[in-house]
Each structure stands twice: as structure tokens, then as C-alpha cells.
T-cell receptor
Framework: DARVTQTPRHKVTEMGQEVTMRCQPILGHNTVFWYRQTMMQGLELLAYFRNRAPLDDSGMPKDRFSAEMPDATLATLKIQPSEPRDSAVYFCASGDLGVNTEAFFGQGTRLTVV | AQSVTQPDIHITVSEGASLELRCNYS??????LFWYVQSPGQGLQLLLK??????LVQGIKGFEAEFKRSQSSFNLRKPSVHWSDAAEYFC????????????FGRGTSLIVHP
């Protein structure tokens, strides 16, 4: 049963520390999304990749967030330095662009910055 | 820009009662439309999707949704709610034309009373 895998599931860190979240998309999917979910803002698109190339990261705070896909099986979202306002659940999703496609979501990484 | 409105933040129903969750979208062309469900601590699971054709679509877990172009709506329905349906429900819209970035509504929290 193919699924999107995210690690870690939970992360508690101190303000100022670097945080790296990882995502293994479904094999064969050519699009990867990073979303952030908070009570205040709901689900916000941070960035997305197609065929490993970043297409849009306008939703990310550029000074502290970075997203990469070093290979087809791994996407990373990094926050450096982290701040308490970054506390949220971060979701990775993957999909296969084209007709009859949808985004398949991982279970998320719950980040708490204290 | 595309947008999605879910006017109800919370919906409370009794077990066995019928359910309708509202979703309105704003997009000039024919959209791709989705309903996702999120259980506590979990990622989003696709319930159903509409791309074209029959405007009444059937999904998993006994859910259905109807696309009404004249009303820019895609409401989710279920004839008889089960306690296990208690969750957060998200409507999403994506661009048509071979490329899409799902934009999500704020979600509707479904509470089921015994």
C-alpha cells in the first residue's frame, strides 16, 4: 500500500535551533507539496516541486525556511533558526500531475518550538 | 486566484441523521474539486473528487458530493452519519488544464452525538 512517509512525527525544539523535516513521496509521483496547518491559518501551501525542481515557494518565509529534493525519494523542509510562531503541523503530499490526480498526504510532523 | 469557502466552522449532528457540508469555490474555469477528511492526529484522506462528467460523485465511506456550476458549490452529503465520521472535513479546489495546486478551505469540524 503506497503512502507518503514523513519523519519525525513529532518534534519539540528550542527557539533558535535548526529543524529538518523529511518526506518520502510515493514512488513515481512527480509532484511534491509542503503544507503547514495551524488553527489560525488553516492549511497553507509553503512550496511545491515538480520532477524535483522547485516551482513555487512563495508561501515560505525565505529568510528561515528552505525546501529541497535531493533525490526522487526524499524531500526536506528546513527551518533555521526556528521560532515559536513556526509551531504547527507540517504536511507533505505527493501526486502525479495530469488528469484524475489528487494529492496524497503524509501523516504530518507536529512541530513545537519552545 | 482560486479560493474555497466552507461557511460552517462546526456542524453537530446526531448519529443516524443526514449530513450536508457546504463548499463554495471561486475560480473562472472548470475546477478540479476534492473533499478530504482528517481524523485527529492524522493526515488528510481523499473522500472523493470531481474533474468532469457526472456532477454527482460517489466517494468512500458512503459520502457523495454534487457539483453545481450555477451555484459554484460542491457540497458533501451522507444520508446517515456514524459516530466514526466525527472529524475535520476539507474542501479543496485545483486548477484544471493539466496542472494543479490544491487550495483548501478552512475546514468544517463534524461533531456526532450518540
Amino acid at each position: 500500500d503506497a503512502r507518503v512517509t514523513q519523519t519525525p512525527r513529532h518534534k519539540v525544539t528550542e527557539m533558535g535551533q535548526e529543524v529538518t523535516m523529511r518526506c518520502q513521496p510515493i514512488l513515481g509521483h512527480n509532484t511534491v507539496f509542503w503544507y503547514r496547518q495551524t488553527m489560525m491559518q488553516g492549511l497553507e501551501l509553503l512550496a511545491y516541486f515538480r520532477n524535483r525542481a522547485p516551482l513555487d515557494d512563495s508561501g515560505m518565509p525565505k529568510d528561515r525556511f528552505s525546501a529541497e529534493m535531493p533525490d526522487a525519494t526524499l524531500a526536506t523542509l528546513k527551518i533555521q533558526p526556528s521560532e515559536p510562531r513556526d509551531s504547527a503541523v507540517y504536511f507533505c503530499a505527493s501526486g502525479d500531475l495530469g488528469v484524475n490526480t489528487e494529492a496524497f498526504f503524509g501523516q504530518g510532523t507536529r512541530l513545537t518550538v519552545v | 486566484a482560486q479560493s474555497v469557502t466552507q461557511p460552517d466552522i462546526h456542524i453537530t449532528v446526531s448519529e443516524g441523521a443526514s449530513l450536508e457540508l457546504r463548499c463554495n469555490y471561486s475560480y473562472g474555469a472548470t475546477p478540479y474539486l476534492f473533499w478530504y477528511v482528517q481524523s485527529p492526529g492524522q493526515g488528510l484522506q481523499l473522500l472523493l473528487k470531481y474533474f468532469s462528467g457526472d456532477t454527482l460523485v460517489q466517494g468512500i465511506k458512503g459520502f457523495e458530493a454534487e457539483f453545481k456550476r450555477s451555484q459554484s458549490s460542491f457540497n458533501l452529503r451522507k444520508p446517515s452519519v456514524h459516530w466514526s465520521d466525527a472529524a475535520e472535513y476539507f474542501c479543496a479546489v485545483g486548477l484544471s488544464g493539466g496542472s494543479y495546486i490544491p487550495t483548501f478551505g478552512r475546514g468544517t469540524s463534524l461533531i456526532v452525538h450518540p
